[in-house]
């Protein structure tokens, strides 16, 4: 149980469309707890979205390249509800499969399912969970790679998640049937108390 009740249907008109704006138009699942908590605070809800929605449609980073990221700040915080959703829907969607998913969670080098480019993605999530910043080492690595305006995005993208994920994990939320378990193998050091 969460620590906020969600909204549950039937909904009023108007959080009805604000849930709904946060679905990809291919999701075939019911509105996940996360926004039909988010739905009960409506003004803020909208300013999220104008927000969160860009990060995934019109954005600069590749759809791959995107979901590295996501999933590696997810399991950097542990967050089960947040990864379970990405390794579910999006992640398969940009390539990713299901044991680079777990591996990104798990926190080991996926070395031999890595290339050049996601190893240096891994990296940037990591150095910025670990220390709030990036060593130029790190910032002219994944520069190879992604251009100036590319890396503000890719800064903002795992800030934004950092968030998405401190909420999921405050609120408990436990995920949805339609998303991919945890990994049973996440080292204990890494596990959250919670339900």
Request: proline share 8%.
């Amino acid at each position: 149980m969460s620590r906020i009740d969600p909204l549950e249907p039937p909904y009023e008109p108007e959080d009805e469309a604000g849930i709904l704006r946060w679905i990809h138009p291919e999701a075939d699942f019911e509105p996940p707890t996360l926004f039909r908590i988010l739905q009960r605070h409506p003004d803020l809800t909208r300013r999220l979205q104008a927000v969160g929605g860009r990060l995934h449609v019109g954005g600069l980073l590749d759809d791959r390249d995107r979901e590295v990221l996501v999933l590696r700040t997810c399991g950097r915080v542990s967050c089960a509800y947040e990864w379970g959703s990405h390794a579910a829907f999006h992640g398969p969607r940009a390539g990713i499969d299901h044991a680079l998913a777990e591996a990104l969670a798990i926190g080991r080098e996926p070395a031999l399912v890595l290339d050049d480019r996601e190893r240096s993605l891994v990296r940037f999530v990591d150095e910025l969970e670990e220390s709030g910043a990036l060593s130029q080492a790190t910032w002219d690595g994944v520069g190879r790679f992604l251009d100036a305006e590319q890396r503000i995005e890719a800064l903002v993208l795992v800030g934004w998640y950092r968030t998405m994920c401190l909420l999921c994990n405050t609120l408990l939320l436990v995920p949805e049937p339609w998303m991919r378990p945890w990994p049973a193998d996440v080292p204990e050091s890494r596990r959250r108390a919670g339900p």
